[in-house]
């Protein structure tokens, strides 16, 4: 028999909570056209994460792998999302990463191209700022980075690596691109997630009304 290096049968409980989660994004429409990866970590040296290029809105339980922290496929011979790199990054530096959710929504999309510019979009004053874990009042400003795409997850992991050694963040965009966002469980991921997209969807509605701030 084939003896896999981790909890089968937590495997599985993952895929059901990833396929669950993404059926209810995609229906947001956040994740067209194959678009977007998401993955939750199984233990100190594996997470279990989409295959690159499934539609993520009619996930399976097949259609979730497992790789190690070095983003080679275990016991699979899948492909794992393109954009591994990224998400095996952030297990590898915070042991409390537990959930990892990269979406396509229009807004994310939009606004990464309307900020690239500046680097960065601020979002300030909102009471829906303490979604974010540690924050406590509205009194406060989150700054969101925005980095340039590339299709070489080396440089755009190394641009993540030199942001959060400035500081915690809990999500970048990407430009053109869309958004990464994490935290310590699925929930806590969907949380943040789901609040940068509301924010990001008053600051493009904010513009559209009053013109550039
Ligand atoms: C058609 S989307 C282009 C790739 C991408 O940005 C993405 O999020 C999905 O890639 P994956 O390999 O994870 O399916
Ligand atoms: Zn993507």
């Not at 983003?71 to 530096?93: C, F, I, M, N, W």
């Not at 700022?129 to 795409?149: S, W, Y």
């Not at 959060?164 to 053109?176: A, C, E, H, S, V």
Request: charged letters at 25%; glycine letters at 10%.
């Amino acid at each position: 028999m084939n003896q896999v290096p981790y909890d089968g049968g937590r495997l599985a409980a993952l895929a059901d909570e990833i396929i669950g989660n993404v059926r209810e994004l995609a229906r947001l429409g956040w994740t067209p056209a194959t678009s977007s990866n998401f993955s939750s970590r199984l233990d100190e040296r594996h997470a279990a994460i989409t295959v690159s290029g499934r539609d993520k809105g009619r996930l399976v339980p097949g259609d979730i792998m497992v790789v190690d922290f070095d983003g080679k496929a275990v016991g699979s011979d899948h492909r794992p999302s393109a954009e591994t790199l990224l998400h095996t990054q952030l297990y590898r530096r915070f042991e409390d990463v537990g959930c990892i959710l990269h979406t396509h929504s229009h807004n994310q999309t939009v606004a990464s191209r309307l900020f690239s510019g500046a680097g960065h979009i601020r979002l300030e004053g909102y009471e829906l700022l303490k979604a974010f874990r540690g924050n406590e009042t509205h009194e406060t400003a989150v700054d969101v980075p925005v980095l340039p795409n590339s299709q070489h997850m080396p440089t755009l992991a190394a641009q993540v690596d030199a942001l959060l050694d400035k500081g915690p963040m809990w999500g970048y965009l990407i430009d053109g691109h869309g958004l990464y966002a994490w935290g310590r469980d699925m929930a806590e991921a969907r949380r943040h997630l789901d609040a940068f997209e509301f924010l990001l969807g008053c600051e493009l509605e904010l513009r559209r009304l009053t013109g550039p701030r």
